[in-house]
């Protein structure tokens, strides 16, 4: 025990080489994994003798988890999938399909369109790793449960379920799960589930952005006319605001779907969104931005280190896709939010944290819910950053 004790203090004290010198990117990366690595491994023991539990958050001294009807069951699987791609050991895989079965009950959910992050991130990751064909048969049949969802009058996936508010509210968010439908649309040749992600992507680029190219959180389509008859925000600061998180779910989904179907407009979309958040006042000097760019009481308004996750991931990704001479700058920026997101105000020590990986994300600021506490998905996008760091470091 004393061994794996001073192991721990080893890994992180590795960081304080870039006390003195800048630490270079490959050994931030091996780093941030190798916390990862431990981490993980240490929240799924804790959790793998609650039957159907997921982790959720860490808040006040106590593990929060959720059962698979959760809109996040699907990160913390995905994580364990990314680590033992980075480093295949027996513990890593036995734990990333134990935490993968227990979302697939979501399959046949038709009341959310975050099937995507639930069962992609989960199966996905599992099935493009080990070739399971179970893992297919679940996904299948989780694409079908999110296409109940489409409606042929709107051309959009419904986000949440009809109010007195909303008739047919689509969330910025639901850009991220068109890459499950696009998936299974070219794994089983399923071409309708292709169709439904880009009209869905042409629908939100029309209605959801302003001329600035920030994005409204929730716009709401009236169902006889298929056009919008709220735009506005749930999670956010205003209706006009632009709340971090949906920032970088628009650069995420935007980029994926230039990746995906090649239509420039998408590319164009991703350029013009990234550009609105490395240019924006309000991003601080070490990237990662406070839980909305618009937020009243910056600087000391909370920061959303898992809307910085998200945007890294999202920016390198974009930074090999985007051919013009901008393509340098979202990769710059992307390092500059690895680096901090890897320093020790976000990077968890390993054996704290609950043992979660990144500390001080925000979940609803508008509700206090999940404020200032590490999230799921801000570690799965971290980890999945980390990986595609490493990659462009292999390939150069």
Request: net charge negative.
């Amino acid at each position: 025990m004393k061994n794996i004790f001073i192991g721990l203090i080893a890994v992180w004290g590795l960081f304080l080489v870039s006390c003195e010198t800048r630490e270079p990117m490959a050994e931030v990366i091996e780093r941030g994994l190798e916390v990862s690595k431990r981490q993980a491994v240490f929240l799924a023991k804790e959790v793998e003798n609650q039957e159907g539990r997921l982790p959720r958050t860490y808040e006040g001294g106590e593990l929060k988890t959720s059962d698979y009807r959760a809109w996040i069951s699907g990160f913390f699987p995905g994580v364990l999938w990314y680590l033992y791609e980075n480093t295949p050991t027996d513990e890593l895989k036995r734990y990333a399909e134990l935490y993968t079965e227990r979302v697939e009950p979501a399959k046949d959910m038709t009341t959310t369109h975050d099937l995507g992050f639930m069962l992609y991130c989960s199966f996905g990751n599992g099935y493009r790793l080990t070739k399971n064909p179970y893992y297919l048969e679940v996904m299948t049949m989780g694409a079908e449960s999110l296409a109940t969802r489409y409606d042929e009058r709107v051309k959009a996936i419904k986000s949440w379920n009809s109010s007195e508010k909303w008739q047919f509210p689509v969330i910025i968010d639901n850009m991220m799960n068109l890459e499950f439908l696009s998936y299974l649309a070219k794994t089983t040749g399923e071409k309708r589930l292709m169709n439904m992600a880009d009209s869905h992507a042409q629908t939100t680029l029309r209605h959801h952005f302003r001329d600035d190219y920030s994005c409204y959180h929730v716009v709401s389509y009236d169902t006889l006319s298929g056009q919008p008859h709220f735009k506005g925000t749930h999670q956010g600061y205003a209706d006009r605001s632009a709340w971090a998180r949906g920032q970088a779910w628009a650069l995420y989904g935007y980029t994926m779907m230039y990746r995906e179907t090649g239509k420039a407009e998408y590319l164009e979309q991703a350029r013009k969104v990234a550009s609105y958040i490395k240019n924006h006042p309000h991003l601080p000097d070490d990237k990662i931005p406070y839980w909305d760019f618009d937020a009243p009481d910056i600087p000391a308004a909370p920061r959303d280190a898992s809307a910085a996750a998200v945007m890294a991931s999202g920016l390198i990704e974009l930074s090999q896709l985007d051919k013009s001479k901008e393509g340098a700058d979202w990769l710059e920026l992307a390092e500059m939010q690895i680096r901090s997101l890897s320093s020790p105000e976000y990077l968890a020590k390993p054996g704290t944290n609950g043992g979660f990986i990144l500390k001080h994300s925000v979940g609803n600021y508008n509700k206090n819910s999940e404020v200032d506490v590490p999230l799921s998905y801000a570690d799965y996008y971290y980890v999945e950053a980390l990986l595609r760091l490493k990659k462009l470091q292999n390939e150069n």
